[in-house]
């Protein structure tokens, strides 16, 4: 079974509006967790890397005001988009590090339509 | 020039063909390299992982490294159907587990 859960899998909403997108990990405490921003046919793009108890690091060009994270707990992370956009429209997954097994476990993403 | 390059595809076969997808890249510094599966929205699946060069094997999966002239190769034997997806390469500087570099991923079609 999946050992992220990141939910919703989707969601419309309205210019102007906040999201929030969760991602849990089930089986283990993920002290490193990645959020990524897919368009279609494009790769994965890595938005930021989010600790337990501390900031979370974002990648060059990234707004940071924009794409709340907050890592508070070991098994969740949550991004939240704020003031959204059309432009934000985009699929966001996230990723939890599981370091004995050097792997990176996915959600199932979540596609954010602004409408 | 991307870190990463991959061929996007899409790449058709018919069911049962040995497919053969590749990534480039820029930075030596890479030093372990993943394959993932991702169907259509959904998150990437980790399919293969590799160190050192040379090659890994794991069922119809096989994975090789040529960090020399820094080419990465996943081979799939017998395709099937269900394989059809998206595969992209990744890539890291310390570790599986850690911040990954992503190609732009290959589109496979297996056909009946």
């Known amino acids: 079974g999946a050992v992220v859960s990141q939910h919703p899998s989707w969601v419309i909403c309205k210019s102007g509006t906040s999201v929030k997108i969760e991602c849990r990990s089930l089986?283990?405490?993920?002290?490193?967790m990645f959020w990524y921003r897919q368009f279609p046919k494009q790769s994965l793009m890595l938005m930021a890397t989010?600790?337990?108890?501390?900031?979370?690091?974002?990648e060059q060009g990234v707004e940071k005001d924009k794409f709340l994270i907050n890592h508070a707990s070991l098994t969740l992370s949550t991004l939240t988009v704020t003031s959204a956009h059309p432009e934000d429209s985009s699929f966001y997954i996230c990723?939890?590090?599981?370091?004995?097994?050097?792997?990176?476990?996915f959600g199932s993403g979540t596609q954010l339509s602004v409408l | 020039q991307k870190e990463v390059e991959q061929d996007p595809g899409p790449l058709s076969v018919p069911e049962g063909a040995i497919v053969s997808l590749n990534c480039t890249y820029s930075?030596?510094?890479?030093?372990?390299f993943m394959w993932y599966r991702q169907y259509s929205r959904k998150g990437p699946e980790l399919l293969m992982y590799?160190?050192?060069?040379g090659n890994k094997e794991d069922g119809r999966f096989t994975a090789q490294v040529d960090k020399s002239s820094k080419y990465i190769s996943l081979f799939i034997r017998d395709s099937q159907p269900s394989d059809s997806a998206t595969y992209l390469c990744?890539?890291?500087?310390?570790?599986?587990?850690?911040?990954?570099?992503f190609g732009t991923g290959t589109q496979l079609k297996v056909e009946l």
């Open positions: 990723s939890a590090s599981f370091p004995r097994l050097e792997k990176l476990f």
């Open positions: 089986d283990f405490q993920a002290t490193t």
């Open positions: 989010s600790n337990e108890g501390s900031k979370a690091t974002y």
């Open positions: 930075n030596s510094a890479f030093q372990y």
């Open positions: 590799t160190y050192s060069s």
């Open positions: 990744a890539m890291s500087f310390t570790g599986g587990g850690n911040k990954l570099t």
